[in-house]
């Protein structure tokens, strides 16, 4: 895992079991300081109702922070024929991320993308989805970008399933 | 919270457990959620994409079978193999690629729903990581591995493979044994393509060729290949890798043309002769 760019920070299932306690305790800490470790247990929870229609969750994860405005690309191999999603999470409250897919020529090829901000009430945080069902077996690019935020620097984190 | 995730008791939850925490704590995210979608730009510049993240991902087998799995019904029995008395090699370099080999016939017992060999994968893996040093690391995802199987679970039993691959490069980059974690990733890469050439060549149509169409990730093992210390760089068997690698780049280099079955059969060979100098079979060994 690398600072800026890091993969397998944390384990999936460890995360999960993280997340699961989050949902008890993100209340008792309203003050927490938001981090890469706590946006990827958010990116786990926007990917859990993927997961529970049958996609299956890869260990590898990204996460870093971003200022406001300023794009990342991932580069990814995507295979055609599967189905893919991948969710983005930071816990910044009033936040707003996004994550869209691109093909190798920089085309918009995401079949759905959404971004939704968890409600201050229930703890605050922002997420964002998109999915792809690739037309050509190949590399693409997953754009991350936070497009607001209160914060100089957004943590943020990636996961993906597919199926 | 990372002490808190670095506790052995949470390394592997129960599924039960788990789903009731689930139920319990966990509301779905659209229900605490409002919508505040935007309109992403059609197209974007690629070649202004300054700020790329490090190498592309290396898909684990999984993926690229999956896709294979939807362009017709591979036989995937005929390409699984154990092999349960094959030797252990000393060299941490041959044992990180023979790991990821054998994660790789884990995932190919999976399509081929073949418990037995699923747990025999599964008990071999548990060796090469006592050799490596990292048994502690997997040995509740090898069980789960084998737990899985029992039940005919494959979505499980590939979850746990992942896992446990996960675990493995994870411990291997602590100890700053990133060259061995990356070897794990490549070994499982040749395995998986072996048996995708092998399956596509014996049926051979462009669809399923053009899952071998994967030159970025060609690029990147070049890449980490080249940036291992010298000492791994001089072993006989990682030469001999970098070698078969290069000759395969430009037979899967062009998005526009098509692989063509000559060039999936080039790329079965150069697979299958590295496989077995990563894994030479035993005489007990079981295709």
Known sequence: ?163 | MKLLLNMPVFSRPSLAFVTALSLLCVAPVRAETKDIGGNPPQKIDVSKLRTQVEDVVIPVPSEVFKALDKLGTPPWASEVRVNEKGSTPSVRTHLSLLFGTVVADGFLAVQAKDADKVKKIGRRVLELATALGVRSNVISHTQSIIEAADKGDWNEVRTELDKTQGEVKSAMEQLKDRDYSELVSIGGWLRGTEALTSIVRKDYNADRAELLHQPDLLLTFDRQLNSMNDRTRRDALVAKLQSGLAEIRPLIANADADINKDTVERINGITSDLVRAISPMSATSTP
């Open chain 1, 1 to 163: 895992m690398k600072r800026c760019f890091s993969r397998r920070l944390l384990q999936p299932a460890s995360l999960l079991i993280c997340l699961l306690g989050l949902g008890l305790l993100r209340p008792l800490l309203p003050f927490a300081r938001a981090t890469v470790d706590d946006s990827l247990t958010f990116a786990l929870e926007a990917i859990d109702e993927y997961i529970k229609a049958g996609y299956t969750l890869r260990e590898d994860t990204w996460g870093g922070d971003l200022p406001v405005g300023e794009a990342k690309a991932i580069t990814h191999q995507l295979f055609k024929g599967n189905d893919y999603w991948f969710c983005m999470g930071t816990d910044v409250k009033g936040a707003k991320i996004s994550v869209h897919i691109y093909d190798g020529d920089g085309n918009l090829v995401e079949e759905k993308s959404w971004q939704k901000e968890k409600e201050a009430n229930k703890g605050g945080g922002a997420f964002a989805g998109a999915s792809v069902k690739p037309k050509r077996t190949g590399t693409y690019f997953l754009i991350v970008k936070v497009e607001k935020s209160a914060e100089e620097r957004t943590p943020w984190g990636l996961v993906y399933a597919y199926k």
